[in-house]
């Protein structure tokens, strides 16, 4: 976790201080969720309308008028505590089609199983008639969930659910248009209202009568659904980035993951952790597989949070929790790369600043005026207007700034980079290109003779502190051609298997570590110090490296 003490206040609206006078310690956002529910301050004004928290149905039951979270209102003084936020939207009725398992889809619904993460409510189900599976995502959220069971949920629950209230209801469905415009990948969700339907079974009495989102699960065959790429195989993180490892012939569309995580940003979609993509899978002519990314779960999606005292000072201590605001500041694209960066150091590493600054402006070019105003139209009819007035200059203010944020997303990616290799045998070349430049190559040498390119980087002292190489599993060699004093560390980490570094004209080289976890006294060139490898358990092969990612779905 990375702490400032920079705010993030809109311009234009009520703020508080620009900083803080010390970084604020992690230990802090408990202590400020304490105070503000301690002295009830998430509940100090009483709920100023509560219309819509009942359904209204139509004459023949077809749709119901209901508010997504009417308990949302909060009075002034709880606004000016804990934020306006979304709360306006939440407390909007608004009109919505009664589904049944039954009539969902064309041949029915059946339930399989109940799921969630720690703040949604979900609902896995199968299509009887083509064997594809749909989930139901509630679209009210509940974040105390995460919270241990006794006293600590007792005193910040309230709070804690209450600030579902920043994330906007309806997101995921104008965050679907956007993808679609800009050639990313997406589900097709459905806001439904799930009736009291006995095929529930076992599941009725937790699901029935709720908002919820219906979409597609990205998963196994889907070559029916075109905005899944028709892939014939849509897999899970956990499978993706245990193939890339293991074999090179297995590898993701990097430029396509870019363009996904540039549209995240755009959107201002912070909580985007490895878990939260699947994968369509596409043979390639040489015999191997291509991933091409699948972003799920956009809940987070334009979120709004430092509009009030309490959570401008969370904001401060977690500032990975971004404001949806026109002005795209400098650190904002660290804070909203965060949960992922892991991911992004292994699916971006071959990228050049070229290539960012390409799909950016392809980005650009593709969210057009006619493009943004179409995706605002997603969602329901009454909270469009609404939601497209304060949406549009805002987004296009972010769109104007892309150049930017591919500029900073690359050098903060450069900053401390990784190159992996696979559990086959690799070949890690690394030339001087000049001060402080150091050019890396590498290659796949399961066939000897003919030794293919997996990719290249150049790395610059102005831009780079540290490259770490990990060889993973197989028989690894390390190639260092002229003198290395690039002003910057860098590290080889062989793994398993019999691997060497060889060096030819490389005196007087400096800021090399061999971290060697197979080989306890290998012979090493002059210049090269040899340490044991401190996270020999992770860097070992492909199945312990996926340590380093979070997988938990």
């Keep these: ?159 804690m659910k209450d600030q579902t209230s920043a994330s906007l209801p309806y997101g995921a469905y104008i965050a679907a248009r956007l993808a679609e415009a800009a050639g990313v990948y997406h589900t097709n969700p459905r ?124 904001s401060c201590v977690r500032p990975r929790f971004q404001t949806f605001r026109a002005n795209i500041r400098p650190g904002v694209v660290d804070d909203l790369t965060e949960a992922a960066r892991n991911m992004d150091r292994t699916l971006l590493a071959y990228l050049s600043e070229a290539d960012f600054q390409q799909e950016a402006d392809s980005l650009q070019s593709r969210l057009t005026d006619a493009a943004l105003t179409h995706a605002l139209t997603a969602g329901p009819a009454e909270t469009q207007a609404s939601i497209a007035a304060d949406f549009l200059p805002i987004l296009q203010a972010r769109r104007a700034q892309l150049p930017g944020v591919a500029q900073q997303y690359y050098h903060l990616l450069a900053r401390e980079a990784w190159l992996i290799g696979t559990d086959a045998p690799e070949r890690f070349v690394l030339r001087a290109e000049g001060l402080g430049r150091v050019k890396v190559q590498v290659f796949s040498t399961a066939d000897s003779i003919r030794p293919r390119l997996l990719g290249q980087q150049t790395f610059d002292v102005r831009h780079t502190r540290r490259v770490d190489l990990f060889g993973l599993g197989g028989d690894d060699v390390f190639e260092l051609r002229g003198p290395l004093r690039p002003g910057f560390a860098i590290g080889f980490h062989g793994g398993n298997g019999h691997d060497d570094v060889n060096a030819q004209g490389t005196a007087g080289s400096s800021g090399l570590t061999w971290y060697t976890s197979s080989n306890p006294d290998p012979v090493k060139p002059k210049d090269v110090r040899v340490k044991m490898d401190p996270d020999k358990g992770v860097n070992y092969n492909a199945a312990s490296w996926l340590k380093r990612y979070r997988l938990d779905d």
């Design 1 to 159: 976790m990375r702490y400032t003490g920079a705010a993030r206040a809109p311009a234009g609206a009520r703020r508080f201080p620009d900083k803080l006078p010390v970084p604020a310690p992690a230990p802090v956002f408990t202590w400020i969720l304490l105070l503000g529910s301690g002295v009830g301050l998430w509940g100090c004004a009483s709920v100023r309308n509560t219309a819509g928290g009942s359904p209204e149905w139509a004459a023949d039951s077809a749709t119901v008028r209901v508010a997504a979270g009417p308990e949302y209102q909060r009075g002034a003084s709880g606004r000016f505590f804990w934020g306006e936020h979304y709360r306006a939207v939440w407390a909007a009725p608004v009109t919505v089609p009664v589904v049944t398992l039954a009539n969902a889809l064309p041949g029915g619904l059946v339930p399989l199983q109940a799921g969630g993460s720690y703040q949604s409510q979900t609902l896995r189900l199968r299509s009887p008639a083509t064997g594809r599976e749909y989930v139901l995502r509630s679209v009210d959220k509940d974040a105390s969930k995460a919270l241990p069971a006794g006293l600590m949920r007792s005193l910040l629950g309230g709070a």
């Design 191 to 314: 806001l439904v209202f799930l009736a009291d339907d006995p095929k529930l079974g076992e599941f009725r009495k937790a699901y029935a009568h709720a908002l919820y989102l219906l979409e597609e699960r990205p998963d196994g065959d889907q070559r029916a659904v075109p905005s899944f790429g028709r892939s014939t195989q849509v897999v899970s993180s956990a499978h993706m980035l245990t193939a890339i490892h293991q074999r090179p012939s297995q590898q993701v569309a990097a430029r396509a993951y870019l363009r996904a995580r540039l549209l995240d940003v755009l959107i201002g979609d912070w909580s985007r952790r490895e878990d939260q993509w699947r994968w369509a899978s596409f043979p390639t002519p040489d015999g191997g597989t291509e991933f091409r990314p699948i972003p799920r779960d956009r809940d987070q999606a334009f979120f709004k949070f430092d509009d009030g005292l309490l959570t401008w000072l969370i």
